[in-house]
């Protein structure tokens, strides 16, 4: 299950603030603001997707998310991964810093990263 580009910003506003209420929520976003009935479709898509949940308090819901940034992220590049680059870690890995544009100093901290991890998984 994929969140919608508007679900997906709404979610990072969420994953920011933990807990939110609506007004909260409204606050989150720059101008122009969404309508507050924009923001509850779009809640309520995502509670019957189930990424967001809600705890009432009288009238009002205060919403939570229900999946990790890191674990909607990771299943996003995965299937990215598995779809446009026959499941080829390697070929993604080409694409992206040959075709992204990357400075020598961004490359040579990607380069990092894989050394450490490299350690971490010979040990």
């Known amino acids: 299950m994929q ?9 990072e506003h969420l994953w920011k603030l933990e807990k939110a209420f609506m007004k909260d929520l409204l606050e989150a ?12 479709t779009l809640l309520k898509r995502m509670i019957d997707k189930k990424f967001v949940a809600y705890n009432e308090f009288g009238n009002s819901r205060q919403y939570y998310p229900l ?11 995965k299937g990215l991964i598995s779809n446009f680059f026959n499941n080829s870690a390697s070929q993604f890995a080409s694409f992206f810093t040959t075709e992204t544009n990357l400075s020598a100093s961004e ?6 990263i894989i050394d450490s991890e490299i350690q971490k998984k010979k040990k």
Do not use: R
Request: proline fraction near 8%; glycine fraction near 0%; charge should be neutral.
């Open 3 to 11: 969140l919608s580009n508007s679900e997906e910003q709404l979610m």
């Open 107 to 112: 490359l040579e901290e990607l380069k990092k």
């Open 29 to 40: 976003y720059p101008e122009p603001k969404p309508a507050t009935t924009t923001v509850a």
């Open 67 to 77: 999946i990790k940034k890191t674990d909607y992220f990771s299943k996003h590049v």
